[in-house]
């Protein structure tokens, strides 16, 4: 931290210095969590994943003036007697580990379910067991479908907000048949959350869970055969920022027709640092965290990255900008969706007097601006072709 400035939480009380168990530091979340920590608080953190491509530039070189505050530690937590160890060091420990790519949903329904709930069990345990505070991410996914869109189309009950705003103390959750395995994640989501919760209420566990509407910005999944596998198919900004990368058409899933909202990462990282700061103020709480303001269909998402991404580029658009697939073909078999992400932001505001603040054009042009000084090269080289001789 730049001054020794002491620092107030929301009711004007010092902040103490905490150390802090970050499982998944190494993710993209993670990774923004942890600069924001280092570069402008006291407080420790024990970053814990399997890999740290995503934070080397933290743990490099060991002279930076925070090398004293993070220790990284290679671990699956699957299978690893030192993770108790950990949650006891700390003061807070934040589970950020998850499979979180639709694409894995249907084709790795088991693996999902194992590691959205089967193996977030033990880091509530040791929490609960050991008297840790815990902050769990979950998703909006949990939510599922909207009332709304039992409707038929042209109701006019489908335009009323009591109908798609999703509200984490009243919204029902509403999932697919069995057979549509795309919700395999948020059903193991969203029982890992009622066993917090539960936890919580038995046992005293000092809990706080966040619903994340669709956060984006640099670093965000990976862009496949230059950072990830080849096959590999991220959630739709990265799939997006591929298409762009390598001139392709951008593939719009059943028309681009869904609705989602898109928030910038440096917003809602803000919001999570102040639920670590002001626990007293989060404790017991379910937080959405998004941007109501920034809702577009999928489809004019697509048309907004394609600008944005000429401006950033200097390249021209492609003629056939998009095309549309069907979610079978995109997907496979079991793939099912739903309308909107529409989170309510009452609680959060009022606990935490947070709320978004970049608008969708401005978080697409510094990602994208990343995104290609970043990769732009490397998929130049990927794809071209050799000259014959």
Known sequence: MANGAVRLDLDG??????????????????????EKLLNETPHKVLALDVYND?????????????????QFHRINIKHDSRLEG?????????????????????????DTIYSNFIDALPVVKYCSENNKRLIHFSTCEVYGKTIGSFLPKDHPLRQDPEFYVLKEDTSPCIFGSIEK????????????????YAEGAENGLEFTIVRPFNWIGPRMDFIPGIDGPSEGVPRVLACFSN??????????????????TFIYIK???????????????????IFNVG???????????????????????????????TIDVSSKEFYGEGYDDSDKRIPDMTIINRQLGWNPKTS?????ESTLTYQHRTYAEAVKKATSKPVAS
């Open 267 to 285: 917003d809602a990282i803000e919001a999570v640092l102040l639920m670590i700061e002001n626990p007293e103020r989060a404790n017991g709480h």
């Open 360 to 364: 969708l054009w401005d978080l697409l």
């Open 181 to 196: 395995q795309r919700w395999s994640y948020a059903c193991a989501k969203q029982l890992i959350e009622r066993l917090v």
């Open 54 to 70: 995503k934070i080397k530039h933290l743990l490099e070189p060991d002279t930076a003036e925070w090398a004293e505050r993070i």
């Open 13 to 34: 009380k010092p902040i103490k210095p905490i150390t802090i168990c970050m499982i998944g530091a190494g993710g993209f979340i993670g990774s923004h969590l942890c």
């Open 86 to 110: 950990l949650v006891k060091m700390a003061d807070l420990t934040i589970n950020l580990a998850a499979i979180c790519t639709p694409a894995d949903y249907n084709t790795r329904p088991l």
């Open 291 to 321: 941007n109501p303001n920034n809702e577009v269909t999928v489809r004019q998402l697509a048309e907004m990255m394609t600008k944005v991404y000429s401006k950033v580029s200097g390249e021209t658009a492609i003629e056939s900008p």
């Open 243 to 260: 298409n762009l990368l390598r001139r392709e058409p951008l593939k719009l899933v059943d028309g681009g027709e869904s609705q989602r």
